[in-house]
């Protein structure tokens, strides 16, 4: 049985942090639902946070959780602050809004010609403590491989798409083996693949619903899941995967589930 609900993360030779292994995700969250999700979440059980530059409401997860210091927060520097300098003024800006980071992520591997100093500005955010840990997103192997060739300090995680319908291996592995994390965004398909059938009737045997097999399939293969829902009982249903496990032969049929279905967009294999 899963009973422990976070996950430790190397951030560098000497500092580690735990990671809750389950965190509400709040992109597409209008300004105003984005409050009150993230207030029914750590109002439940949620300890995690995952928000973006991009989403647009880091403003509403800072307010939501200000008087919570024991909330673990992610955020994302998009694209269009990459560079040594935009990078470090994208982090105070974020900051100024949530107040505190715990895991600052670059959310792709877009604009190569700037992949280095964006990454030597990573370092020095979590040299000089404007963050608590510092990691990638929608990075492939070989955009992994490339800042493990000269960084002081390599990626804590990987946060990318992932789901028995898309469970990238290969990938996982290589983080894995490297020490590095992963985090399994659109855990629930962004909702598509819900009604599947054969996902049914396995959750019909566990008197579960879909959305929690899909969670529990991910934790019980070491990621962290970052679901979301802007619903009050949803996303208590979504936490609520810690009394139950899936057996090892529902696991070997859900990973017959791999169809490379990918729900938005697919930087790690761009160049
Ligand atoms: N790093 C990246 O590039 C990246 C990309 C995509 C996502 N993410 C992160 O991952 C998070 C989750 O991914 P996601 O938003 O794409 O999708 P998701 O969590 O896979 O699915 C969310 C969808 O499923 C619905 N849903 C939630 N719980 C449900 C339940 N128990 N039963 C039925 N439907 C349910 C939601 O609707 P309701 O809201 O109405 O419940 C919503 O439509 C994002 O919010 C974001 O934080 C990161």
Redesign the pocket.
């Known amino acids: 049985m899963q009973k422990k609900l976070s996950h430790s993360l190397v951030t560098n030779d000497k500092y580690e942090i735990e990671i809750p292994i389950i965190g509400l995700?709040?992109?597409?969250m209008s300004k105003n639902k984005t409050e009150n999700a993230v207030k029914s979440a750590i109002n439940t059980w949620y300890k995690h946070i995952?928000?973006?530059q991009i989403?647009k409401n880091e403003e509403q997860v800072g307010k939501a959780v200000k008087e919570r210091k024991d909330i673990f927060i992610t955020t994302?520097l998009w694209e269009s602050n990459f560079g040594y300098e935009k990078t470090i003024e994208a982090c105070e800006r974020s900051l100024s809004k949530l107040n505190r980071i715990d895991l600052f992520?670059v959310?792709?591997p877009h604009k190569p010609k700037l992949r280095k100093e964006t990454w030597e500005a990573m370092q020095y955010l979590l040299k000089n403590k404007y963050v608590k840990a510092i990691g990638v997103?929608?990075f492939g192997i070989h955009h992994i491989k490339e800042i493990l060739s000269w960084a002081e300090i390599g990626p804590c995680i990987n946060?990318i798409?992932l789901s028995p319908f898309l469970q990238r291996t290969e990938l996982v592995n290589f983080c894995k083996a490297n020490g590095i994390s992963t985090t399994a965004?659109?855990?629930?398909?962004?909702?598509i693949k819900?009604n599947d059938k054969k996902l049914k009737k396995i959750s019909e045997r566990y008197k579960r619903?879909?959305?929690?097999i899909l969670i529990r399939w991910s934790i019980q293969k070491g990621n962290i899941a970052?679901?979301?829902?802007?619903?009050k009982n949803?996303i208590e249903?979504?936490f609520d995967v810690f009394n139950f496990k899936i057996k090892n032969k529902d696991m070997e049929l859900l990973d017959e589930f791999e169809q490379e279905f990918i729900?938005?967009?697919n930087p790690t294999i761009e160049p």
């Open positions: 995700g709040v992109w597409g995952d928000t973006a989403y994302k992520l959310h792709s997103s929608n946060q798409e965004y659109s855990p629930l398909t962004h909702g819900i619903t879909s959305a929690q970052i679901p979301k829902s802007s619903n949803r249903e979504n729900t938005s967009w």
